[in-house]
Nanobody, 123 residues
Framework: VQLVEAGGGSVQGGGSLRLSCVVS????????MGWFRQAPGKERGGVAA???????KYADSVKGRFTISKDNAKDTLYLDMSTLQPEDTATYYC??????????????????WGQGTQVTVSS
């Protein structure tokens, strides 16, 4: 399984970005997938996840601002981020879990990871 993120960059506070994650090596749409982030000096934490049937989960800190989605035809996972804040600055990772349902946003539930893409939000 290979996951490749793209779409990171620098943006001013209040701005928007769209991250993408192309998956190859298995039928990703059949499994739970998620986005995580890690800021310098902090542990990696869950941002959003999407089940095989499209049901979604979000961290409280991003609810109403971020949207996770997927395009099965393109084997691509997305994270649309709006109203970005400096505290959203982090390296963002996509990941897959060996289950149809996303039980939560615990990093321990996810087994395959991308290399990460940096998001920097200035005030």
């Amino acid at each position: 399984v290979q996951l490749v993120e793209a779409g990171g960059g620098s943006v001013q506070g209040g701005g928007s970005l769209r991250l993408s994650c192309v998956v190859s090596g298995y039928t990703y749409s059949s499994y739970c997938m998620g986005w995580f982030r890690q800021a310098p000096g902090k542990e990696r934490g869950g941002v959003a996840a999407i089940d095989s049937d499209g049901s979604t989960k979000y961290a409280d800190s991003v609810k109403g601002r971020f949207t996770i989605s997927k395009d099965n035809a393109k084997d691509t996972l997305y994270l649309d981020m709006s109203t970005l804040q400096p505290e959203d600055t982090a390296t963002y990772y996509c990941a897959t879990a060996p289950s149809l349902i996303c039980y939560g946003l615990d990093t321990d539930d996810f087994v395959s990871w991308g290399q990460g893409t940096q998001v920097t939000v200035s005030s």
